[in-house]
């Protein structure tokens, strides 16, 4: 996939990442989940993992960082907290993933019938495109490595001080509704729901830092917060 590296725009499907069944129930609120919880777990699992698909498309660009003010070539945006996480670098890669519009469906048949199961089901999607984010993460991170080059943590519209106005011009350069089917609506909001859009910077030096998550957030009384 080197060519991948390129600011070609391309698409890619994968397989199923492996479940994380704990991630599933921090999602969920469980942090001791009973038998009950456990069996609802699998029953949705069984009946949503069928149902998904794993895309993703993604283009790199030539990335500059002036102050608090960040090129992307295609965009210029105003963010202090990018600017941290993109400072050094001189490339970044664009990317959108989506595990598609049935896990949306299931949630909206069961918020009707069984609550419980749609919160299961909206927790199993935040599971999956995010273990979808990290293999596709994986992946660039080891081919920015075989050109000596060293991945930041993939930052995404919406976090820390981005606006999620930039959405519109990520969706325009990676043609998103065309390529993996997800759309943008007027509320910024994306659809299929369970979807990421993130920047993951290129630098060719080595800044140790935490992955963007739980660790970098002041909200400590935070019901999903992962244990450090």
Do not use: W
Not at 74 to 97: D, E, Q, R, W, Y
Not at 153 to 179: A, H, I, N, T, W
Not at 188 to 212: H, Y
């Amino acid at each position: 996939m080197m060519s991948a590296m390129t600011s070609t725009l391309l698409v890619k499907n994968y397989s199923e990442p492996p479940v994380n069944r704990k991630e599933i129930l921090r999602y969920m609120g469980c942090k001791e989940p009973d038998s009950q919880v456990l069996t609802l777990m699998e029953a949705s699992l069984e009946e949503a993992l069928p149902k998904m698909i794993y895309k993703v498309c993604f283009r790199r660009f030539d990335v500059s960082v002036s102050g608090d003010d960040i090129d992307l070539t295609f965009t210029k945006i105003h963010s202090p907290s990018l600017a941290k996480n993109l400072n050094g670098c001189g490339s970044a890669v664009l990317f959108a993933a989506t595990v598609g519009i049935e896990t949306d469906r299931l949630i909206a048949k069961y918020s009707r019938i069984s609550p419980a199961k749609a919160l299961c089901f909206q927790a199993i999607g935040a599971e999956r495109i995010e273990s979808l984010c990290d293999v596709f993460n994986g992946e660039i991170a080891g081919e920015a490595g075989a050109q000596g080059l060293f991945t930041r943590p993939r930052f995404s519209p919406g976090y820390g001080d981005l606006s999620l106005e930039v959405q519109k011009d990520f969706f325009r350069v990676l043609d998103c509704p065309r390529k993996i089917g997800l759309s943008l609506n007027e509320s910024l909001l994306m659809s299929p729901s369970k979807s990421v859009t993130a920047l993951i910077g290129l630098s060719d030096t080595e800044k140790p830092c935490k992955k963007t998550s739980c660790a970098d957030c002041s909200k400590t009384d935070c019901n999903f917060r992962r244990n450090q």
